[in-house]
């Protein structure tokens, strides 16, 4: 039976960076090898996408030691930051694929690529992102999945940014004729105003 390979990605540019790091190493230990390939995707805190060469080695924990507790930022102890710390750059196209999606690596010159992206795409069959906060929960990677054509777990761009916007979740489910607590909603513009 083929495995389904899967493009963890996680870390990200919020400030839950590190609490990302710390989910996607439980999420990698969770899943089931004899099912799943697990294919490690981080996002810098800049903003850079990375993943490992030799992603099954990194995930087998030949650079961690087992001892030694998970420590989001620490490349000897998590998986993720490991990837982070070593990974090679890649790219998620935005041009949907109808024959496998993927993501690609990264080479520039003066600022341009120097590969054609279908011929080194990093093929997955679903992305499970483990991403926190802004950047993450918010529909805005979402959008770009679903821009690539790549298939992935969780809410999609609108479930997402209604969730994330607590002012706009509340509003809906008043709308739908759910119950909510009382609450109030003060803009960053109302701050702003005050101080």
Do not use: C
Request: charged content about 20%; cysteine-free; proline content about 7%.
């Amino acid at each position: 039976m083929k495995k389904i390979r899967v493009g963890v990605l996680f870390g990200g540019r919020s400030g839950e960076h590190e609490v990302s790091l710390l989910s996607a190493a439980s999420v990698l230990k969770a899943m089931d090898p004899g099912k799943y390939e697990a294919v490690p995707i981080g996002i810098t805190k800049d903003g850079r996408w990375v993943t490992a060469a030799h992603a099954e080695r990194l995930l087998r924990g030949e650079t961690a030691h087992e001892a030694r507790p998970l420590r989001a930022g620490d490349p000897e102890t998590t998986p993720g930051a490991a990837v982070l710390a070593r990974g090679e750059a890649i790219i998620v196209p935005p041009v949907p694929s109808h024959s496998q999606s993927g993501i690609v690596p990264f080479q520039t010159d003066n600022d341009a690529p120097t590969r054609r992206w279908t011929d080194h795409a990093i093929h997955v069959d679903v992305v499970f992102p483990v991403l926190h906060g802004t950047f993450g929960e918010d529909g805005t990677i979402q959008g770009l999945l679903e821009l690539a054509d790549l298939p992935y777990v969780g809410a999609g761009v609108l479930g997402s940014s209604a969730g994330m916007d607590k002012d706009v979740m509340k509003q809906l489910f008043r709308a739908a004729g759910l119950p909510i607590v009382k609450h109030v909603t003060v803009l960053r513009s109302d701050w702003e105003f005050f101080f």
